[in-house]
């Protein structure tokens, strides 16, 4: 029988503050990680996708896109692994990031990092801030990187966009036999974190005014406009003692859709190829 909870949390702009980092990527090429001529490119790309992002119009192609030319930038302008060391070493989480992940770590409660970024960038700044140990994974783009320390791609099935991080959240939870009534999600984008975690009232979203709050609010349970975690854990920790106070029970399907399953198909709720779900006991 699954118990217990598990917390899945976007990277950037969620435990990364969005000012002035925007994100790692930002960050990587903002500070000399591509060469000029690459970094424009990368400014264009970048207001092209946002405007689509902005606008509910990237497509699953587009995040695709956008991440592997991104990749390419790096290839061109022989980014390494040293140089993505120094340049994010400078990088800190939002204030109570720090405080949190610690006490869900003494509380047992596993915690996975779920981005449309990169291993080796979030671990970099884990490491810098002392916050590696703290995290139990990390689903993001895992680069290729050869003998002299160079990038020279990306492993395609390692990368998560925001169309798959329901995907990847339930798989996490899956690891920790943890039904995905109680899979606690953070993120900060109504159209990047929408998929984060899996239930709406489980999701909480982090926002820097009171219209992108809103604008959250029609895909999370919950949502502050804040500059410190701290509202997140407050929420996550409510949840939790709701979690803790709910009776056991069997819960063989986590999807209600009855559609789950059908004809060898994915669900387009939770991601899953089910059966018709069914539910057992209370």
């Known amino acids: 029988m699954k118990r217990g909870a598990a917390v899945v949390l976007d990277c950037d702009g969620t435990l990364i503050p969005k000012e002035p980092f925007t994100s790692l990527f930002n960050v990587i090429d903002s500070n000399g990680g591509v060469s000029l001529g690459c970094y424009e490119r990368a400014k264009e790309m970048r207001k092209h996708y946002l405007a689509l992002a902005y606008a509910g119009k990237l497509t699953e192609r587009c995040q695709r896109k956008w ?14 692994m040293k140089k993505i060391g120094e340049i994010l070493e400078s ?26 970024g990169i291993v080796q960038f979030i671990e970099s700044v884990l490491l810098v801030n002392g916050m590696r140990h703290y995290v139990d994974a990390i689903y993001a783009a895992n680069l290729r990187v050869d003998a002299s320390g160079l990038v020279t791609g990306f492993h395609p099935r390692s990368a998560v966009y925001p ?17 995905y009534r109680n899979l606690l999600a953070v993120g900060d984008s109504p159209n990047g974190d929408c998929g984060l975690g899996h239930f709406k009232k489980n999701r909480f979203g982090i926002a820097r005014d009171e219209s992108e709050r ?8 919950a949502a502050a406009v804040t500059e410190s975690f701290d509202p997140a854990a407050d929420w996550l920790r409510m949840k939790l003692a709701d979690i803790m106070q709910e009776p056991a029970r069997d819960e063989r399907v986590a999807c209600a859709n009855p559609l789950c399953g059908k004809n060898e198909k994915t669900c387009p709720d939770c991601g899953n190829s089910l059966p018709k779900p069914m539910k057992v006991g209370n």
């Open 163 to 179: 169309f798959n991080k329901g995907y990847f959240s339930r798989q996490f939870a899956d690891l920790h036999r943890v039904p």
């Open 214 to 221: 809103k604008r959250l609010l029609k895909v999370m349970g």
């Open 67 to 80: 991440f592997s030319e991104t990749i390419k930038l790096y290839v061109v302008s022989g980014l390494a």
């Open 91 to 116: 990088v800190r989480l939002r204030p109570g990031v720090k405080e949190i992940l610690r006490e869900l770590h003494t509380r047992g409660v596993p915690v996975a990092i779920v981005s449309y």
